[in-house]
């Protein structure tokens, strides 16, 4: 266990549903990192928060994908009107200031039907 | 942009053998670290072991090694005396250090099967 976690672990719903997703990074970490990863691929990077500002995305998250981070802890990504090509694992991924070694979390697998 | 290339989809080696794996990767910049990420089947990615590149010692932990070639921008795990355990997809990543975003890129993964 790294410290970092992510809620829920699996996650089925139905095309054209919201989903949300959670991530608690390990105290003090200020930098927070979302990943996508599908079946036989490697994690795609998707957006990086620094602290509480979001400071790069990638042009994978379309218009319906959010992600927040209020306060600069804990973070939240949101997809809206949910496809079948967004089923995936969303990981979540965290570091220290200065350090370049990621803590990842277990991951939140989304199926869509 | 940076891209990372393992040409190996698939490997499998009996317990106790020895197993490299193979990442090339692509860029124009000169300070960036690498990493090898193990990932089981509980999806967990895990770090197996980093190399900063401007160092020319090869980095080592325990049973895992590496070859980092940084002319030909090659970055080999080895891994010894082959356990069960070492079954997983094996993600070979960089990361630029000289930006301030520290952003991995992976490379699609080599699939370690370790058979007894």
């Known amino acids: 266990d790294t410290g970092v976690s992510q809620n829920p672990r699996h996650k089925i719903t139905k095309r054209g549903q919201n989903v949300t997703f959670r991530c608690d990074p390990i105290?003090?970490?200020?930098?927070l990192y979302w990943y996508r990863q599908t079946l036989g691929q490697g994690p795609e990077f998707l957006t990086y928060?620094?602290?509480?500002?979001?400071?790069?995305k990638s042009r994978l998250l379309s218009d319906r994908f959010s992600a927040e981070r209020p306060k600069g802890s804990f973070s939240t990504l949101e997809i809206q009107r949910t496809e079948q090509g967004d089923s995936a694992m969303y990981l979540c991924a965290t570091t220290p200031r200065g350090d370049e070694k990621l803590f990842f979390g277990s991951g939140t697998q989304l199926s869509v039907l | 942009a940076q891209t990372v290339t393992q040409s190996q989809p698939e490997m499998s080696v009996q317990e106790a053998e020895t197993v490299t794996l193979s990442c090339t990767y692509d860029?124009?910049?000169?300070?960036?670290?690498l990493f090898w990420y193990k990932q089981p089947p509980s999806r967990q990615m895990i770090l197996v072991i980093r190399q900063e590149a401007y160092k020319q010692q090869n980095a080592t932990e325990n049973r895992f090694s590496v070859n980092f070639q940084k002319a030909a921008k090659s970055f080999s795990l080895k891994i010894s005396d082959s356990q069960l355990g070492d079954t997983a997809m094996y993600f070979c990543a960089f990361l630029n250090s000289g930006g301030s975003n520290y952003k991995l890129t992976f490379g699609k993964g080599t699939l370690l099967t370790v058979n007894p």
């Open positions: 928060f620094q602290n509480e500002a979001q400071l790069e």
């Open positions: 105290s003090e970490h200020n930098r």
């Open positions: 860029t124009s910049e000169n300070n960036y670290y």
